[in-house]
């Protein structure tokens, strides 16, 4: 057993969480927006035991390291960040976190836009529920491990991801309205199946990239017209009074958050995929976190019989595109769009490559 090669000891506990694929809304939720995300069937898992010295020891299975941490010391901007940044919340809260080893094995892919960092979290979060039996419901865990997000990885982000990794399972979509935490499952259209493909660009979301900038872009656009939120904004009309870029990037959130609204209404696959395709326009045009290599890998999904509709999926600035295909076609698929996509110059890998959905 690998946690007991490492640290001598059994473990005392073992919990998991999923990471997402979000199919509609994107960069709406940190716009107290609408989301509509499904976990993955890949997953991180941690164990958990107790530490026979005053140190933390957390040892990653990816990157065959260990590091040793005191409560005291400087949080270190990798992987553990987010580990410490949940036992510094815990501890905010009044539930003191004894000296642990935890041991992390995961398969969700890192930098593609499928939540790496929150399936982290609520893993963590979840074993230390487990272990020091704390009286946390899931969507509590879902705002602590948003908050180690923002306050120790640097990431000004959303609720989304770890809602999802929290309360999400591969079954259904999980419509979330993001200012009042209500979710509710939603059905996958019928007769589909999802398609996830890796671009090869490994976005990095943390600070200095676009995307904090991007959310404050959205607050000053919300400032300017006189709400608490975009999401208070339902006709796209009303962004044209702002400057530019903050229409552009107002008007993505708010058509964004109406084709979610529209999705969730039952619809069939050849809709759902044209909202799907409209947000990749718009996630491209207007709101600017589409790159040359996600770009083209869209479009040739958007082409191949088959494909109801493809998009980035995630926060952007590379990561992966997530396709909503017919039943049975996503290995043909999947195939010939990494044909095309190799022909075209790049080199992109199937993430998900046919993830069954109760239709
Ligand atoms: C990242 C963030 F973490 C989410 O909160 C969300 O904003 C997403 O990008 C874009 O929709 O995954």
Redo the contacts with the bound molecule.
Sequence with gaps: MQFQRVFGTLPHTTASAPGRV?LL??????NDGF?LPTAIPQCTTVEIGFSSDALHHFYSAEYDELINYSDDDTIPQNFVSYICGCLRLLEKEGYKVPPINLYITSNVPIGA?L?S??ALEIATLRGLRALLNLPLDDVRLAQIG?QA?IQYAG?N?????QMASSLADTNTMLFIDTRSLECRPVPFPAGTEILIIDSGESHK?AAGSG?NER?AECEESARILGVKALRDIADPQAVEVLPEPLKRRSRHVVTENNRVLEAVKSLPAERFGELMNASHASQRDDYEVSVAAVDALAAILQSIPGVFGARLT???FGGACVALVESGKAGVIASEAIDRYQRAGYKGRVLVPDMKVNS
Excluded: F, K, P, W
């Excluded at 809304?25 to 940190?30: A, F, K, L, R, V």
């Excluded at 982000?157 to 991801?161: L, N, R, W």
């Design positions: 979000n809304g994107e960069h709406t939720d940190y989301v836009g939540s960092s929150a948003q997000e990431l982000c959303g609720i989304m991801d979301l995307y959310r995630g926060g952007g």
